[in-house]
C-alpha cells in the first residue's frame, strides 16, 4: 500500500483488494490510483491552511503598534500560527477518506471482476488499505 509515497509497482501491478471478512481478492491498479488521489487530495488539504491562514494573520499582525515595538516576535509568531493550523489540519484531512477504503467490483479491471465473479458471487465490494 502506499503508506509515503505511491511507487511505480503500486501503480503497475496495483494493491490488496480484500471482502468484507478481509479476504485477499487479488491485486488492483485501479485501488491504486483510487487511493493515491485520495492521499493526494488530504496532504493538499493539510498544507493549504498553514500556507494561507498565518500571512493574512500576520499581515494584520505587523500593522500593529506591538508588533512594530518587538519585531523579534515576528518568526516566533509565525511557527506558532503554522503550529496551530497543522494541529487542527492534520487530523481533520487525514479523516476526509477512511484508512480502510471501498470500491465497487465492476470498478475493478476487468480480469479481477471476472476472478472474484468466480470466487464469491455475492462480492459486490471491495476494500483496500488507502496508505497514509
Known amino acids: 500500500p502506499c503508506f509515503l509515497f505511491p511507487s511505480v509497482r503500486e501503480l503497475k501491478y496495483g494493491i ?11 491485486e488492483s491498479a485501479n485501488a491504486a490510483k483510487q487511493a ?10 493539510m498544507a493549504v ?13 505587523e500593522k ?3 508588533m512594530k515595538r518587538f519585531p523579534i ?13 497543522l494541529v487542527f489540519a492534520t487530523p481533520l484531512c487525514c479523516a476526509l477518506f477512511p484508512q480502510k477504503s471501498s470500491m465497487s467490483v465492476s470498478g475493478l479491471e ?23
Open 110 to 132: 476487468a480480469d479481477l471482476q471476472e476472478r472474484i465473479r468466480q470466487l464469491t458471487p455475492e462480492t459486490t465490494t471491495v476494500y483496500f488499505n488507502k496508505g497514509l
Open 64 to 66: 500593529r503598534a506591538f
Open 73 to 85: 516576535l515576528n518568526a516566533p509568531v509565525q511557527v506558532g500560527l503554522v503550529g496551530l493550523c
Open 16 to 26: 490488496p483488494v480484500m471482502d468484507e471478512n478481509g479476504n485477499r481478492l487479488g
Open 36 to 45: 493515491i488521489v485520495q492521499v493526494v487530495v488530504s496532504r493538499i488539504g
Open 49 to 61: 491552511p498553514a500556507m494561507a491562514i498565518p500571512p493574512v494573520i500576520m499581515n494584520s499582525l
